[in-house]
C-alpha cells in the first residue's frame, strides 16, 4: 500500500524560500505521479504542481509557474516542492497525493494522501 508522509510546511516571509518534502513508501513498481494539493478554508482546492516519479516530466499550476520548482530523489523516496518567493497568498496546507501516471493526477484520480502541512507566508 502506497503512503505517503509530508514535512517541511511552516512560516516563511514572501521573498523567501521554503521547502516541502513527500516521503513515499510501499511502491509496487507501478510509474507513480506525486504531488501537492494546496486548500484554503473556504475554497477549492487547488492542484499546485506534480511530477512523473518515471520520467520525470512535470505540472506547474498557473498561479505558481516559474517560482515553484518540484523534484524527486529516487534514492530517497522523496518528491520536493521548493518554493520559491513565495506570496501571502501561497498560505495554505499542502497536501501531498499519488496516482497511477499523471494524467490520472491531472484528472483526480488519486490513489493516496498524505497528511497536510500548513504553510503561512507573511508580508
Known amino acids: 500500500e502506497v503512503q505517503l508522509q509530508a514535512s517541511g510546511g511552516g512560516l516563511v516571509q514572501a521573498g523567501g524560500s521554503l521547502n516541502l518534502s513527500c516521503a513515499a513508501s510501499?511502491?509496487?513498481?507501478?510509474?507513480?505521479?506525486i504531488g501537492w494539493f494546496r486548500q484554503v478554508p473556504g475554497k477549492e482546492r487547488e492542484g499546485v504542481s506534480c511530477?512523473?516519479?518515471?520520467?520525470?516530466?512535470?505540472y506547474y499550476a498557473d498561479s505558481v509557474l516559474g517560482r515553484f520548482i518540484i523534484s524527486s530523489d529516487n534514492a530517497k523516496n522523496t518528491v520536493y516542492l521548493q518554493m520559491n518567493k513565495p506570496k501571502p497568498e501561497d498560505t495554505a496546507v499542502y497536501y501531498c497525493?499519488?496516482?497511477?501516471?499523471?494524467?490520472?493526477?491531472?484528472?483526480?484520480?488519486?490513489?493516496?494522501w498524505g497528511q497536510g502541512t500548513q504553510v503561512t507566508v507573511s508580508s
Open positions: 510501499g511502491f509496487t513498481g507501478d510509474a507513480y505521479a
Open positions: 511530477i512523473s516519479v518515471s520520467d520525470g516530466r512535470t
Open positions: 497525493a499519488a496516482s497511477k501516471f499523471l494524467p490520472n493526477w491531472l484528472r483526480n484520480s488519486l490513489d493516496a
